[in-house]
């Protein structure tokens, strides 16, 4: 795959169980140390040598828009001439913001369920393959070699599998005694999805249509695996969704100690 592979990110959720975080911001939009969720996952695949993304849009697209638009402003020293003309001089010298993305905001509906907002977005796919993900999970995910397992298997699609992390103590128990304890959530043994996928572009029109109900995590993929179409990049590293209030605070504190595992760039 190459640097104009678009890279879908949805971007259309609300968040709803992270409400002391995101007040009424989209779920992309809470941020980790200062920058948006989504900022963080498209650094990492501009860092892969990626830099052309799709977004997803739904509750609240303004705010997201809103946000990249006015990024020049929130990076740079200007100063504002409040005169007639009401001009911007930045300081920025040649007005570089550091980085080179082409984006493009898609309108996907404000209920639409995955399925759908991914299907609407086929005009912008105009590759043999596009790259997936959910706009609320970071990882260390290796993007180069999941794009050429993809491309090796032959597949439809790919999907990455991780381990979850337990959202409890573990225990080891001996008879009726507990031997250890674990404080710190660890590592479920098995996969699940963890997004991140690699989809030929045939994917959006031979396993999605335009119902507005129809989630990308059931049918499509369930007939995707029936099919023997669905391979799967094992991830065996750091992977973390932002889930709750819980989450949110997880994330900003290995970003604020310097101890981010997806921080890759």
């Given amino acids: 795959m190459h640097a104009d592979t678009p890279v879908v990110i949805l971007c259309g959720g ?7 975080a995101s007040e009424s911001l989209p779920k992309a ?12 996952i498209m650094k990492l695949y501009r860092e892969a040598g990626f830099r052309r993304f799709v977004l997803c849009l739904g509750y609240k697209s303004w705010a997201i828009k809103e946000y990249f638009l006015d990024y020049r402003a929130r990076v740079a020293d200007f100063t504002l001439n409040m005169s007639d003309k ?38 912008y796919v105009d590759t043999e393959n596009f790259l997936l993900t959910y706009g609320d999970g970071v990882s260390d995910i290796d993007i180069a070699a999941l794009t050429k397992e993809h491309e090796t298997s032959g597949k439809v699609g790919t999907v990455t599998g991780v381990h979850p992390t337990s959202k409890f103590g573990e225990m080891q128990v001996d008879a009726d005694r507990v ?48 099919d023997g179409q669905l391979n ?16 949110f ?13 997806w921080k890759l760039w």
């Fill in 14 to 20: 609300q968040g709803t169980r992270i409400r002391e």
């Fill in 29 to 40: 939009m809470v941020e980790i140390g200062g920058r948006p969720i989504v900022w963080h």
């Fill in 86 to 123: 009401h001009s911007i001089d930045f300081h920025d010298g040649d007005g570089s913001t550091g980085e080179d993305w082409q984006i493009t905001f898609a309108e996907t509906g404000l209920e639409t369920a995955t399925g759908a907002r991914v299907r609407r977005i086929l005009p």
């Fill in 179 to 226: 031997v250890e304890f674990n404080e710190k959530p660890t590592q479920v043994t098995g996969f699940v999805s963890g997004g991140f996928f690699a989809f030929r572009r045939e994917f959006l029109t031979d396993y999605l249509d335009d119902d507005p109900q129809l989630w990308l995590e059931h049918t499509p993929l369930q007939r995707l695996a029936r």
């Fill in 232 to 247: 799967v990049h094992r991830h065996d590293g750091f992977w973390s969704a932002m889930d709750t209030y819980k989450d």
């Fill in 249 to 261: 605070t997880y994330l900003n504190e290995l970003w604020s100690t310097g101890e981010a595992p």
